[in-house]
């Protein structure tokens, strides 16, 4: 006898995950959460995934918790039950990877658990238990790839066609139909990357592909309601983007630095033979500058 799947608002996101561990690293907020966040365009997307249901109503949709403990962070991504599916919907913009395949896998297997958990479920016992029915896809908003597959699956995609045992299958979204809301989202990000060509990453840039949006009805109810909050979330994306770059660029000149005064170290205690060889073998150089740094401690410690 199976176990009926109980779609009860206690798999909504606040109680979802109440005994679950924490991502060590959250999730930067993105316009593609804050909108697909909000149940009536939740509901417009289920809809566009599935003309077909003309009976799901808005009360229906239960919004879930995306994330990966495996890979040790959280996604901007969405996850959402509508009765037996559960919906999982992965962005992927400008950079192209076909790992996604794993991370929309890791997905399903991490909510099938927390499922389990949450529900209290047996899967040692001779009932068979009932899982929400996964259904994945990722919405490419990029323009540079030319080779669009309707899907993609990890037996093709890893394992060149083999025999395995496992498979996941993830249906590609480039567009949507005319006039739904993945489209309007998919024309959204491809203004704004227009703007940003044109503009740079500035309030200038947000402006503009705000206005041309609503001037277009791309999202105008959307943008005109949460207006100053899409610009926050823009604005701080760049700056976070700002600081990473500078962050990296810090990172670079410290190590290059470091690297200097590793090899003045080795010439001036005539050990010309290892710098030239930590010049080429970066494990070798590894190991010399923990030497380096350790010198460094104790010189300071001495000096103290």
């Known amino acids: 006898m199976e176990k009926e799947i109980d779609t009860e608002k206690d798999l909504e996101l606040d109680n979802f995950l109440d005994d679950e561990p924490k991502s060590k690293w959250a999730a930067k907020a993105s316009v593609f959460t804050n909108l697909f966040s909000k149940v009536e365009y939740t509901y417009q997307l289920y ?35 509508v009765g037996e599916r559960l919906i999982i919907l992965a962005e992927a913009q400008s950079t192209w990877s ?11 297997v991490q909510t099938w658990y927390k499922y389990i958990k949450k529900k209290g479920l047996d899967i040692y016992s001779e009932d068979k238990v009932a899982l929400p029915v996964p259904e994945l896809y990722v919405i490419y908003t990029g323009t540079e790839k ?24 993830v249906k590609m979204l ?19 990357n227009k703007q940003v060509k044109i503009y740079g990453r500035t309030r200038k840039a947000v402006d503009e592909t705000i206005r041309i949006c609503q001037r277009e009805a791309v999202l105008e109810e959307y943008l005109e309601r949460e207006r100053e909050e899409v610009m926050d979330i823009m604005l701080a994306l760049f700056d976070e983007e700002t600081l990473m770059k500078n962050h990296d660029a810090t990172i670079k000149r410290k190590s290059w630095e470091e690297a200097t005064d590793l090899m003045n170290y080795l010439w ?26 350790s010198v460094k401690r104790s010189t300071k410690e001495t000096d103290a």
């Open 268 to 293: 001036k205690n005539n050990r010309g033979d290892d710098a030239i060889r930590a010049s080429k073998d970066e494990g070798f150089r590894e190991r010399l500058l923990e030497e380096f740094r």
């Open 98 to 108: 076909e790992n996604i395949v794993v991370r929309c896998l890791l997905y399903v």
């Open 146 to 169: 030319r080779y669009k597959p309707e899907k993609l699956t990890l037996k093709e995609s890893f394992f060149k066609g083999k025999d395995i045992r496992v498979d996941c299958k």
């Open 174 to 192: 480039y567009d949507g139909a005319q006039g739904d809301i993945i489209n309007q989202y998919v024309r959204f990000c491809h203004i704004f």
């Open 47 to 81: 809809r566009a995934l599935h003309p077909e249901d003309d009976k799901t109503t808005i009360d229906e949709i239960t919004h879930m918790t995306i994330e990966s403990h495996m890979l040790n962070q959280q996604y901007n991504d969405l996850g959402f039950m």
